[in-house]
């Protein structure tokens, strides 16, 4: 079955130490991918997605993004973190073939930045 | 407003009951999806609308979850007798028309969150 893992179930760091959130899909054909972040009482945004080209993305909020195909991976990294990021990530996929767009979503990963 | 809404927030309900959870999505988005978010979990997918056409509903848990979209705007998640296990985060996300290759951005709402006791 097509599905989505993300490793790091709580990630607790200081603020201004560097970020990697791990991303897997079970999927050999097109994929479209995403990360979606969860602020505490708000509701799910877009932090950044690939469809195609350059496989290094870049998001808002100074995240990107690494799509590695060899390695069915789509981490998300953040040089310096700051308290404001604390909230839920949840990276997501969309699979070839699939004709409606609808989105796997990994389990999620709660970052605690503290100050 | 120039987001994706939902009503109720909160729902609390007896086992047993009815409910129907209203979504009204971007104005012009043609594709509507719901999906159910279990405490601690990722949201799954549960249906899929382009305009008022239901075209994949393979993530309904159960006959008792049933939706719809008559006029292809707002959306009505309906969830009968409801369960205990029902209780969850239900979220709607709408977008512009499907690009080929299968996406566009999906834009979400806050959610309503169900408790079934």
């Known amino acids: 079955a097509q599905s989505v893992s993300q490793h790091n179930h709580h990630v607790i760091l200081s603020e201004a130490a560097s970020l990697e959130l791990g991303c897997n899909y079970s999927?050999?054909?097109?994929?479209?991918l995403f990360w979606y972040v969860q602020y505490p009482g708000q509701h799910l945004q877009l932090l950044l997605k690939?469809?195609?080209?350059?496989?290094l993305v870049k998001g808002i909020k100074g995240f990107e993004a690494e799509f590695i195909k060899s390695k069915f991976s789509f981490n998300l990294r953040k040089p310096s973190v700051q308290w404001s990021d604390t909230a839920e990530y949840f990276c997501?996929?969309?699979?070839?073939?699939?004709?409606?767009?609808?989105?796997?979503f990994g389990q999620g990963t709660t970052l605690q930045v503290k100050p | 407003g120039a987001g994706v809404s939902q009503s109720p927030r909160y729902k609390v309900a007896k086992r047993g009951q009815d409910v129907a959870l209203r979504c009204d999505p971007i104005?012009?988005?043609?594709?509507l999806f719901w999906y159910q978010q279990a405490l601690g979990q990722g949201p799954e997918f549960l249906t899929y609308?382009?305009?008022?056409?239901?075209?994949?509903k393979s993530g309904l848990p159960s006959d008792r979850f049933f939706a719809e979209r008559p006029e292809g705007s707002v959306s009505t998640l309906k969830i009968q007798r409801t369960q205990q296990e029902d209780s969850a985060v239900y979220l709607c996300?709408?977008?512009?028309?499907?690009?080929?290759?299968?996406?566009?951005?999906?834009?979400f709402g806050p959610g309503t969150r169900l408790t079934v006791l």
């Open positions: 104005s012009g988005h043609v594709s």
């Open positions: 996300a709408s977008s512009p028309k499907l690009l080929a290759g299968g996406y566009n951005e999906q834009f």
């Open positions: 609308f382009q305009n008022e056409a239901q075209l994949d």
């Open positions: 997501a996929v969309t699979f070839g073939s699939s004709n409606t767009g609808k989105l796997i």
């Open positions: 690939y469809f195609s080209g350059d496989p």
């Open positions: 999927y050999g054909g097109t994929v479209n």
